[in-house]
């Protein structure tokens, strides 16, 4: 099999739209997909920016790479950034359904609001639970589909907790 030199995610937030991220491929296997992205100047900025914004990294930090691992069997994503000089900046997940492979290096999944961002002195934040009311309110998600998002926050809490999240993962 030739591995594809870019995957495509396609990214669905359900009341919100699609968005596509181009990444570059790393490796697949049958539990998930590896990505890896070096931003463009103007995404670092427009990106650490919003991170500042939200209180995630200091105002001096900028995100210059960012390694994603796509589970294809876990409600949840896991994204690494880190800054200009290689050092860590915090892990963050998405929580959504499993990945899914599409073809021809197109995958989608889909989120479900709820998000967590793990300092690297370990804070866990846990993120948009106004946004996650507003969508169960709306009828955005599903009854079982926002079970699956509170039972994934709920674990990936006991996991940090537990020093086992992220290193599981990565």
């Not at 591995?3 to 990444?23: C, D, F, Q």
């Not at 409600?75 to 200009?84: A, K, M, Q, S, V």
């Not at 000089?85 to 290096?105: F, K, M, N, Q, V």
Request: proline content about 5%; charged content about 25%; overall charge negative.
């Amino acid at each position: 099999m030739i591995e594809p030199m870019n995957a495509t995610i396609h990214y669905i937030r359900p009341g919100k739209g699609l968005s596509l991220y181009v990444e570059d491929f790393v490796s697949e296997d049958e539990t998930c997909l590896r990505t890896f992205k070096s931003l463009p100047p103007d995404i670092v900025e427009r990106l650490s920016a919003a991170l500042q914004r939200d209180g995630l990294i200091r105002a001096d930090q900028r995100v210059q790479t960012i390694a994603k691992v796509y589970f294809f069997n876990q409600p949840f994503n896991l994204l690494e950034f880190r800054d200009t000089e290689g050092g860590l900046l915090g892990h963050y997940s998405d929580i959504g359904e499993p990945a899914t492979h599409r073809a021809d290096g197109n995958y989608e999944m889909i989120d479900l609001f709820l998000d967590i961002w793990l300092t690297p002195d370990g804070t866990l934040l846990e993120l948009d639970w106004d946004e996650f009311e507003e969508a169960i309110q709306h009828n955005v998600i599903s009854a079982g589909q926002a079970q699956v998002a509170r039972a994934a926050m709920q674990r990936l809490k006991d996991e940090v907790a537990a020093g086992i999240y992220p290193a599981r993962y990565l």
